[in-house]
């Protein structure tokens, strides 16, 4: 029952070296930091594919006024989903402290035109006059029916 | 003039320990690679609001509408004006059109069974012939609604 006692000198310290762990902990903060405020305000939609968009700053801050509209024809404001016939005011109430009354659309390429028409119907009796179309930047070089080589 | 990296008697290194130097970069790298392409892009529009008194109104004969119509199999056709244009030539009708005018403004009314996909082209093909104004025609309004 004797204690071995290994003789390793002087300057052997048992503390567990924290300092690597530490790092990659603070390097992980960083990362959801400023990963967690973009994963928010997504309803998943497939963007049309345009050539012509130019990047839209405020539609990405956190008070941007987003409507989406989805390939089954379900309407979004913002995450939560809602019904044409409440969209006008719940937009209303959104945009009436707001000076940019800019109303961002989202929708899918695949979607009912019509929907679009109605959720546009409805925003604009909340008084909007200025909307954008969010969409993506085509990328593959192949032009969609109907255009002839614009790349 | 050489500079002479000689290590002392207790091995003792000189060189600068560059190591978490590259990880902090290389993390700084990894995060604006995130963050780039999520900036949103889009096509601006604007909704026309009716008028306050609808009887003063009178129709501006520059007006240029542009409409697209549901065609055979789902594949749209487009009217400038009521006149019909070829889906291949569209651009070079709207580029005629929009190359010799100061009053940039397009209204486009789509047909209310399209997919959204061909309406969002002919806002990308108005975007790209230079029209900064664009105005979105919807049945209701239409109506007078």
């Known amino acids: 029952m004797a204690i071995v006692v290994r003789n390793e000198g002087k300057k052997v310290t048992s503390d567990i070296n924290v300092t690597p762990m530490v790092d990659v902990m603070l390097v992980l903060l960083i990362i959801f930091m400023v990963i967690t405020p973009m994963l928010d305000q997504k309803v998943n939609v497939t963007l049309a594919q345009t050539d012509s968009a130019v990047a839209m700053q405020d539609a990405s801050k956190q008070d941007a006024v987003t409507v989406a509209v989805t390939r089954d024809n379900k309407v979004y404001l913002g995450q939560d989903q809602t019904t044409l016939a409440n969209l006008g005011t719940a937009v209303a109430t959104k945009i009436q402290n707001k000076t940019d009354k800019t109303v961002y659309f989202r929708a899918d390429a695949r979607s009912h035109y019509g929907t679009v028409e109605d959720a546009i119907d409805a925003v604009r009796t909340a008084g909007v006059e200025q909307i954008a179309f969010l969409t993506d930047n085509r990328e593959s070089n192949q032009p969609p029916s109907g255009v002839a080589g614009n790349q | ?145």
């Open chain 2, 1 to 145: 003039m050489s500079m002479s990296t000689s290590s002392g008697p207790g091995g003792l290194s000189s060189d600068m320990n560059v190591t978490p130097f590259i990880d902090i970069l290389l993390v700084l790298l990894i995060i604006f690679m995130i963050i780039v392409p999520t900036t949103p892009k889009g096509l601006d529009a604007l909704v026309p609001q009716p008028p306050k008194n609808p009887q003063e109104s009178k129709p501006n004969p520059l007006t240029v509408v542009l409409q697209i119509a549901n065609g055979a199999n789902g594949i749209p056709s487009y009217k400038i004006n009521n006149e019909d244009v070829a889906t291949n030539d569209l651009r070079n009708k709207l580029n005629a059109i929009y190359s010799i005018r100061a009053e940039k403004v397009l209204f486009i009314q789509g047909d209310p069974n399209l997919t959204f996909a061909p309406v969002a082209h002919a806002f990308d093909i108005a975007h790209a012939v230079g029209v900064d104004h664009i105005g979105v025609i919807t049945p209701k309004m239409q109506q007078g609604q």
